[in-house]
């Protein structure tokens, strides 16, 4: 079955520093695509990043970066230079291109303090 | 200029009433989704059409029915409605089934009394 586990449902970080949110998932399939989104207290969703899961090469989106480890199956957010605006709640999510399904983690509050 | 948009914003109702949720995009987007989110902020996504015809419908009950008149539009119908249908629910759009980016809605928070 397809699953995506984010393990840390909390974490915080001073402004300017850099945090690291972990995502883990489990695909029987080779075509699939991994997503980041971002839902800010306004509830608006938010795409952050995406990988083809048939790039070697780790997406990067400004501050916003990936460590994609494929054998490992993990799909980390790696946030650079934290900013308050960057408070929300974060979602993983993995999408099977052959089944046609979409699966999002539990998500991570994430909190940049001041 | 607002890309997704849903209406309402707050919808409370009683128990056993039917209501309607819309979604507009103005993307020109050939697929629109509904997802629900719940207390826990867990996101499962509920139906997907591409070009008018349902592509994804997950194991929702079906007092859930999305109806499309065109395009840009893909409205969520609940009938009966029930005190766990309480939870977000947000519309999205992307250009191609799933695999492109998926914009979001503002979401619409759904209390059953």
């Known amino acids: 079955a397809q699953t995506v586990t984010q393990s840390q449902p909390e974490m915080s970080v001073q402004e300017a520093e850099t945090v690291t949110l972990s995502c883990t998932y489990d695909t029987s399939e080779n075509n699939y695509y991994l997503f980041w989104y971002k839902q800010p207290p306004s509830r608006q969703m938010i795409l952050v990043i995406r990988?083809?899961?048939?790039?070697?090469q780790n997406a990067t989106e400004n501050r916003f970066s990936v460590n994609f480890q494929k054998a490992a199956k993990s799909f980390s957010l790696k946030i650079s230079d934290s900013q308050l605006g960057d408070t929300a709640m974060y979602f993983c999510a993995c999408y099977q291109g052959g089944s046609e399904k979409l699966v999002f983690g539990k998500g991570t509050k994430l909190t940049v303090n001041p | 200029d607002t890309a997704v948009s849903q209406t309402p914003k707050y919808l409370v109702t009683q128990m056993g009433n039917d209501k309607s949720i819309k979604c507009e995009q103005n993307l020109g987007h050939d697929t629109m989704y509904w997802y629900k989110q719940d207390s826990k902020k867990f996101l499962k996504i509920m139906f997907s059409?591409?070009?008018?015809?349902?592509?994804i419908n997950e194991t929702v009950p079906n007092r859930f029915s999305p109806k499309s008149p065109d395009k840009a539009h893909l409205n969520l119908h609940i009938n009966s409605l029930e005190l766990g249908d309480s939870a977000v629910y947000f519309c999205a759009s992307s250009p191609q089934l799933l695999t492109d980016t998926q914009y979001f809605g503002p979401g619409t928070r759904l209390t059953v009394l």
């Open positions: 990988q083809e899961a048939y790039k070697q």
């Open positions: 059409y591409n070009n008018k015809e349902l592509i």
